[in-house]
């Protein structure tokens, strides 16, 4: 039977094994004719067989969830956490159940970017508890289980991988509309096993286990080159791609917020005198720096009277590297997020930047030091991406789950 070329292999197969390997879960593994002088052959022959026994559990937990959404990059420090906690605010407040899951094991920022730092796990007969922002809105990370929050996460695969089981198999996360999964950067460890997780208990949807990718990355030439290759793996372990969010797409923000400086060379005509090294170090020296903030609010006041002045700027690159990309590799682009303070501080006070969320919790607000640094841009085209989200998971604009 292994020998033969048209049957499927069962589990991996290794880069090293024969032609026609009957697949290392295949109860054929070791034992078949094509395994005959391949090199994992007495591994094979003595490894556990059949599917993972985990894989049964997660399938029970994970059938009660619709959509669950991976939010990954190849990159660091491109805005995955916090796409993905906007995106779990604001789905829940669409009226939808959600649960974000921190599968950022050596680097948890879910629980600081949802408000929820000290907060600590309970587990019951139904498994370990969720910690809740809200009634429709569950949350799980490590970041709940460290003593402290500076203790450093040295665990190897292997551990990893099975604390991602666990969030999987043990959290009690009940019925969900949307699991929203926020990832560390790269197409490693952690990666692998949540996807393979998540498939081999795929009840009969086409084997994604109805999960889904939200790639984020910014408009850098850096960034897309790395985010290529997370679509790449996305494609070769079979999770279908949602659509990429390019975020950092300019900067957008308050006038008021600004600085302006005049600067001036020190030495009278010196400007484009001396030349060979060190010749621009020494007109930088020379150089003088006045702060006319002031003068130039009071100018633009004066000239644009009651209006909010916004200041933009394309930080990283022009052009829409994403775009491009996105229809290079025959990808949606979700959206451009810019670079907005008051997203960075609705980050680090652990709330959502929907206006509702400020003015429901009013003086919250303020506690929260938003007051000044209130989210303005990032605004609508957050809330585009989320309808876009909630249009290709569910093929309707959602506005039924909010009347739920
Ligand atoms: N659009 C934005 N406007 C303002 N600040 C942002 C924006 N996107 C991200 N940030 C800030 O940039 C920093 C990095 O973002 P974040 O932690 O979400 O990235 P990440 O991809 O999850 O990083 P890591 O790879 O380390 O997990 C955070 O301080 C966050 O508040
Ligand atoms: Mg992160």
Redo the contacts with the bound molecule.
């Keep these: 039977m292994a020998s033969s070329a048209s049957a499927a292999p069962t589990g991996e197969v290794p880069d090293n094994a024969n032609q026609h390997c009957p697949g290392t879960a295949s109860d054929q593994a070791g034992k078949s004719a094509a395994c005959a002088g391949c090199p994992n052959q007495s591994i094979c022959a003595t490894a556990p067989k059949g599917p993972d026994p985990d894989l049964a559990a997660i399938a029970a937990r994970m059938s009660r969830v619709k959509h669950k959404l991976l939010v990954l990059?190849g990159?660091?420090?491109?805005?995955?956490?916090?796409?993905s906690a906007q995106l779990a605010f604001a789905l829940a407040r669409r009226g939808f159940e959600v649960g974000l899951l921190d599968i950022?094991i050596c680097?948890p920022?879910v629980p600081k970017?949802l408000g929820l730092e000290g907060q600590e796990i309970h587990s019951s007969g139904a498994g370990w508890s969720p910690v809740y922002v809200e009634d429709n809105l569950a949350v799980m990370s490590i970041g709940f289980m460290l003593p402290n929050p500076d203790e450093a996460v040295i665990w190897r695969g292997p551990r990893k991988n099975g604390l991602i089981k666990q969030f999987l198999k043990d959290v009690d996360w009940g019925e969900l509309d949307y699991l929203v999964v926020?990832a560390?950067?790269g197409t490693s460890d952690e990666h692998i096993t949540i996807t393979q997780c998540l498939q081999g208990a795929a009840l009969g949807d086409g084997g994604s286990g109805g999960a889904a990718a939200v790639i984020?990355t910014t408009p850098q030439d850096v960034a897309i080159i790395d985010v290529r290759k997370e679509v790449n793996f996305c494609r070769k372990v079979g999770l279908p791609v949602l659509g990429v969010v390019e975020?950092?797409a300019g900067l957008v923000l308050p006038v008021e917020r600004a600085a302006f400086s005049a600067v001036r060379s020190k030495r009278d005509g010196a400007a484009g005198a001396g030349a060979g090294a060190g010749a621009a170090e020494a007109a930088v020296e020379e150089e003088e720096e006045e702060d006319v903030t002031a003068a130039v609010l009071a100018l633009l006041a004066e000239r644009f009277p009651g209006a909010q002045l916004r200041l933009r700027a394309e930080v990283f690159r022009e052009g829409g590297g994403a775009a491009r990309m996105c229809a290079d590799m025959g990808v949606p682009l979700l959206g451009r997020?810019?670079?907005?303070?008051g997203?960075?501080a609705a980050?680090?006070a652990g709330r959502s930047v929907l206006p509702e969320a400020a003015g429901a919790a009013g003086a919250d607000a303020v506690k929260g030091g938003l007051e000044g640094v209130a989210p303005q841009a990032?605004i609508a085209p957050l809330m585009a991406i989320v309808g876009k989200v909630v249009e290709q998971t569910t093929g309707a604009d959602g506005k039924a789950a909010a009347a739920k």
């Design positions: 990059s990159k660091g420090g491109v805005g995955k956490s916090t796409v950022d680097g920022s970017m926020d560390p950067p984020v975020n950092m997020l810019p670079l907005d303070p997203l960075g980050a680090d990032c």
